[in-house]
């Protein structure tokens, strides 16, 4: 188990950047897949963008394919999403989340960070 902190939220005009943070606890952080998903007012939280132990392989939502990059550090336990170009469409508090049991969390991860607040005005 891994305990995971979310940072770097905030309020953006549309077209704008925000680079998201997550820092994790635990020796063996290296060994899991780690991801992001975020959750809209009234909507259900759903997947945003996962990436493999190695750092080798990600997968994304169609919806943030090519604005979102997901990346990780294993020598500093973090790991990242840069979000570019920004729409309305994106605000949501966005969680952090890791698995040992699927490199690309395909399955409902077991750790989840307590989300941080993103925000798009138009």
């Known amino acids: 188990q891994v305990q995971l902190v979310e940072s770097g939220g905030g309020s953006v005009q549309a077209g704008g950047s925000l680079r998201l943070s997550c820092a994790a606890s635990?020796?063996?952080?290296?060994?899991?897949?780690m991801g992001w998903f975020r959750q809209a007012p009234g909507k259900e939280r759903e997947f945003v963008a996962a990436?493999?132990?190695?750092?080798?392989?990600?997968r994304y939502a169609d919806s943030v394919k090519g604005r979102f990059t997901i990346s990780r550090d294993n020598a500093k336990n973090t790991v990242y999403l840069q979000l570019n170009n920004l729409k309305p469409e994106d605000t949501a508090v966005y969680y952090c989340?890791?698995?040992?049991?699927?490199?690309?969390?395909?399955?409902?991860?077991?750790?989840w960070g307590q989300g941080t607040q993103v925000t798009v005005s138009s």
């Open positions: 635990g020796r063996t952080f290296r060994f899991y897949g």
């Open positions: 990436i493999s132990w190695s750092g080798g392989a990600s």
């Open positions: 989340a890791a698995d040992s049991r699927s490199a690309l969390l395909a399955t409902p991860p077991t750790d």
